[in-house]
């Protein structure tokens, strides 16, 4: 075991004192184990959707919002749907989706022709979404790209796994503060992206953030901020099930009726079943109607 050290699921801050540059460590074990118990995905897809749930953090700290924000890539390749959630107050999910078990190990072939949306869902106000083609050989490359078309400023991931769990680093320029001169900060971006380069996988893994950040910038002045816990829950309800049913019509719902006797839901994140008898399911639609017709 390599979490020795390690006691909560946790997002980190930090920023260097001398430079407008800040950076991210998120670390997830028990919500990556509880994110992929049960779905029998295969090594490589588990590591990767456990890159996808770090990054769901990191972007969501890029961010001020009140919501959850959604990271999905939709693929040609042997994983049709990929995606991971956040919420702003730490909650995470998220699934693959594939008709016949990947078999490689290559980025390219699993997301071949992907498409990766970044969809900001806030309580108010309209969605945001961020769309841009997959392009590149990892999950860091694709985000560094993304970030370098829609963004001014440099940002740069580095995700580290094994089969108990993820950790996760981001460095982000940030808007001119403490030096305006455009080659002071071209110096100062290579300077602390080149020595967050040299940190190896086990690293990011097995050290602590503290130990990372004297690892990487021990010459440096940076202040680490308290962290943030993380936990694996899934947000949906009997309620929301429902509504689904809803949507699927009563046809298709008599039909599933009439040949098992009522409907079974499993919730495809969390596995949690959710059974509507008949007359529940009457109930539910007579409901509806009465909604509509008054
Ligand atoms: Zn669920």
Redesign the pocket.
């Known amino acids: 075991m390599t979490t020795t050290g390690h006691a909560h699921d946790s997002s980190q801050r930090f920023i260097f004192e001398n430079a407008d540059i800040r950076g991210e460590l998120v670390r997830l074990n028990k919500t990556y184990i509880d994110t992929v118990h049960g779905k029998n995905y295969p090594e490589v897809v588990s590591r990767l959707l456990g890159e996808f749930l770090a990054a769901s953090v990191l972007l969501s700290t890029t961010i001020k919002f009140d919501g959850r924000l959604v990271l999905q890539v939709r693929s040609k390749g042997q994983i049709a749907l990929m995606m991971a959630e956040c919420t702003s107050s730490g909650e995470v ?1 998220g699934i693959a989706r594939y008709e016949v078990v990947p078999t490689s190990t290559e980025f390219g072939e699993l997301l071949r022709d992907g498409t990766l949306v970044i969809t900001i869902d806030t309580r108010k106000g309209e969605p945001y979404q961020g769309v841009v083609t997959l392009e590149g050989n990892s999950l860091a490359e694709c985000l560094h790209e993304y970030f370098r078309q829609s963004e001014q400023l440099g940002t740069q991931f580095y995700f580290a796994s094994n089969r108990d769990g993820v950790a996760a680093m981001l460095l982000q320029q940030l808007p001119a503060q403490l030096h305006t001169d455009s080659e002071v900060r071209e110096q100062h971006w290579d300077h602390y992206s080149t020595l967050a380069r040299t940190l190896t996988d086990d690293e990011l893994l097995d050290l602590t953030n503290a130990e990372i950040l004297h690892r990487l910038y021990h010459q440096e002045e940076l202040r680490l901020f308290a962290p943030h816990d993380l936990v694996f829950k ?3 309800t009997r309620e929301r099930t429902a509504r689904a049913l809803l949507v699927m019509g009563r046809e298709e719902i008599d039909a599933l009726v009439a040949e098992r006797g009522g409907v079974e839901i499993c ?1 495809e ?4 079943e959710y059974n509507f008898g008949p007359g529940e399911l009457d109930l539910l639609f007579e409901q509806t109607e009465d909604g509509q017709t008054h």
């Not at 994140?269 to 949690?272: A, M």
């Open positions: 999910r899934c947000s949906c919730c994140f969390c596995g949690t």
